[in-house]
């Protein structure tokens, strides 16, 4: 019997239908086509999903399936397909977690850095970090980098672009990332602030623009998973193993998946140093239990590899810096964009405010 994942899926349907059901997505997420139509037994035994077993949990079932780990080809986009490509398409159903066998995370192999490899680049001990955002869309180069200098001189630990911000006219790559490079560089003071430049398009383009990075002397980048699309996301990944990738959750919620197995758990198992993701209570719709279970499942120990820090983000104040310590602990990256943004003048004297908040947090802890 070949190795299996077992994915794992709440699926809205009769308590009298769901065997039937939980046999359909089994067959559906494997060789989708009829079973007594094949006749190669090794096909059967092997390749066929399996129902590994079905949970009411009261309206809603949680149907486990085994799915082949040979049918992935140990590739990132391949296998995200294996485990939801058609089922997808079903608007009621989810897919809520898959537990992946060793050798398919030893393939993968995780972040290169993790959280401490984090704290390390900006000196924070073992205190949580900071970040915040380069926006609005329509700055030019030489704006976005005096915008760049003030938060550095804020002391931020973590400076990325807007993941809006790519390769337009008004602000070109090639140009923008040396201009704010230079820009941090230059206003750095006790903490070596790391800009993560905003990468996109198609492979050939995102390996030239981490060459500009690389030329810029920056080790950090900011990337969207689901954009760029898993495969060239962790091809990066494995050919850069000196650069941290922050993953951006954009287009994270057009497909049924939960949080914590995307933005926690499989994009961790792809590389993904930071994951960023949508704070309960802020513009989006994620509640205190996901994120929990988000923040959880990026740290948690799992067959050696490193923990992804959490980054709880999207419309986010200082004045809530002391809750969502208490809520997340101190392995964290907090991000404020613009709210800060939105001192002008006084910006800042706002990020040293959000800096010196958390690490006033870090102190009354007793953790650095």
């Not at 949970?55 to 399936?65: A, H, K, M, T, Y």
């Not at 310590?325 to 006084?346: E, K, N, Q, S, T």
Request: proline share 5%; glycine share 10%.
């Amino acid at each position: 019997m070949s190795a299996r994942i077992t994915a794992i899926y709440r699926v809205k349907d009769s308590a009298a239908n769901i065997e039937a059901r939980a046999k359909s997505i089994a067959v559906e997420q494997s060789v989708e086509m009829p079973v007594s139509a094949i006749t190669k037994r090794s096909v059967l035994e092997n390749i066929v999903g399996e129902v590994q077993g079905i949970r009411d949990l009261g309206g809603v079932f949680e149907v486990s399936i085994g799915l082949a780990v040979s049918t992935t080809g140990l590739e990132a986009g391949q296998t995200l397909n294996m485990l939801f490509g058609n089922s997808s398409i079903h608007a009621d159903m989810a897919l809520q977690d898959a537990i992946f066998p060793k050798e398919v995370v030893r393939a993968f192999g995780g972040p290169h850095h993790g959280i401490e490899g984090l704290r390390k680049r900006v000196g924070a001990g073992s205190r949580a970090l900071t970040c915040s955002a380069l926006k609005p869309q329509g700055l030019t180069p030489a704006e976005l980098a005096e915008l760049a200098a003030r938060f550095t001189r804020g002391g931020i630990d973590c400076l990325k672009d807007d993941h809006g911000l790519a390769d337009q006219a008004y602000s070109p790559f090639a140009e923008r990332v040396p201009a704010v490079a230079a820009a941090v560089r230059g206003a750095q003071g006790k903490v070596p602030t790391r800009y993560l430049p905003s990468l996109s398009g198609n492979l050939d383009q995102l390996r030239r623009q981490i060459e500009i990075v690389r030329e810029a002397e920056l080790d950090g980048v900011l990337i969207a998973p689901m954009i760029v699309g898993l495969a060239s996301f962790h091809t990066l990944v494995r050919e850069n193993l000196d650069i941290a990738f922050m993953a951006h959750p954009a287009m994270a919620g057009a497909a049924h998946i939960a949080p914590a197995f995307l933005l926690g758990k499989l994009f961790r198992l792809l590389g993904a140093d930071a994951t960023v993701f949508p704070n309960h209570g802020g513009r989006f719709g994620y509640t205190p239990e996901e994120c929990h279970a988000l923040a959880r499942t990026a740290l948690a120990p799992w067959d050696g590899i490193k923990p992804t820090v959490p980054v709880p983000a999207g419309g986010m104040t200082t004045n809530r810096v002391t809750e969502m310590l208490d809520f997340y602990g101190r392995d964290v990256m907090l991000l404020i964009g613009g709210a800060l943004l939105a001192a002008g003048p006084r910006l800042t004297e706002e990020t040293k405010a959000f800096v010196d908040a958390v690490h006033a947090h870090g102190k009354v802890l007793g953790k650095g």
